[in-house]
Every structure is written in structure tokens, then in C-alpha cells.
């Protein structure tokens, strides 16, 4: 099931920044002719990194995306803000659209998190604790053996 979610939202996230890439310049009337180049290589950007996340998960484990996927959330969340920036500035378009898109965005996170939670942990490494238990044996060990004038240690006088 992870793979078919991950897959899906990644692909549907994937053609909503594409067309995003495409659908930037009518919008942004009013502004300098900047802002709408990197909006636009912007969300292109984010549209070839959910699409990557895509392939990575389908092709391979299902886990393998995950960072990817990070990465395509992460500037996807960028990308949002800066278009609900702008939208504020030209006021082309309702603050709401954005705040939607940008909840729509948190929630996708959260379930492909959730969904990622079936993965194994990795195992811990519990030699140190082993060898500090080992080690504070063997010294009460030793100290009751002095104590106590028995064994090894014990001079030949007092016996």
C-alpha cells in the first residue's frame, strides 16, 4: 500500500507544479519579469522532484524515496509560500486558493510519513552497554575477592 500511495501523491503533486510551471506568467501581471522566471523554474523544479520521488519508489524499495521526498516537499512547501507572497502583492488571486494548497501539501507529508512508518528499525547496538555491565561485574567481582582475603590475591601470611 505504501508504494501505491506514495506513487500516486507524488504524481499528482508532480503535474499540479508542472502545470504551475506553465500557468505562472498569465498571473503575475504587475510585477517585475523576474519573479515569474524563477516562480516558473521554480515550480518546475519541484515538478521533476516528485516526479523522481515517483519513479524512486516505484522502480525501487518502496523506502528508497523517502529522501527525495523530503527534498520535494520541502521546496514545494517553499514554492507555495513564495506564490501566496506574490498573490498577496499583486492580489491576483484569493490568499485562500494558497492556504489550501499549502494545507493539501501538509497533509500529503503527513500521510506518506505515516505510511512510511511500516519500514523496519534499524537494530540498536547494545555493546557498550554490555561491556560497561561486564566490566562493573568484574570489579565488584574483584573487590569482593579482596575483601573477602580469598583467592589470588590473598597474601599467604594471613591464612
Known amino acids: ?3 501505491f500511495f506514495v506513487t500516486s501523491l507524488s504524481i499528482y503533486w508532480a503535474v499540479v507544479f508542472g502545470l504551475g510551471a506553465l500557468g505562472v506568467l498569465p498571473h503575475s501581471i504587475g510585477v517585475p519579469i ?3 522566471a524563477v516562480l516558473a523554474v521554480g515550480h518546475a523544479l519541484v515538478c521533476a522532484l516528485f516526479s523522481w520521488n515517483a519513479v524512486a519508489v516505484l522502480v525501487t524499495d518502496p523506502h ?3 529522501n527525495t521526498g523530503s527534498v520535494a516537499f520541502a521546496c514545494a512547501a517553499l514554492m507555495l509560500t513564495l506564490d501566496l507572497m506574490v498573490d498577496a502583492v499583486t492580489a491576483s488571486q484569493p490568499l485562500d486558493a494558497g492556504a ?3 494545507a493539501a501539501l501538509g497533509v500529503t507529508w503527513l500521510v506518506v510519513r505515516g505510511e512510511g512508518g511500516e519500514q523496519k528499525s534499524p ?3 547494545y555493546s557498550s552497554l554490555v561491556a560497561r555491565r561486564l566490566a562493573v561485574g568484574a570489579a565488584h567481582g574483584t573487590m ?3 575483601l573477602s582475603r580469598r583467592g589470588p ?3 599467604e601470611t594471613d591464612a
Open 64 to 66: 528508497a524515496g523517502s
Open 144 to 146: 569482593l575477592t579482596r
Open 153 to 155: 590475591d590473598a597474601m
Open 123 to 125: 537494530s540498536k547496538d
Open 1 to 3: 500500500m505504501h508504494r
Open 100 to 102: 489550501i494548497q499549502i
Open 34 to 36: 523576474a519573479v515569474p
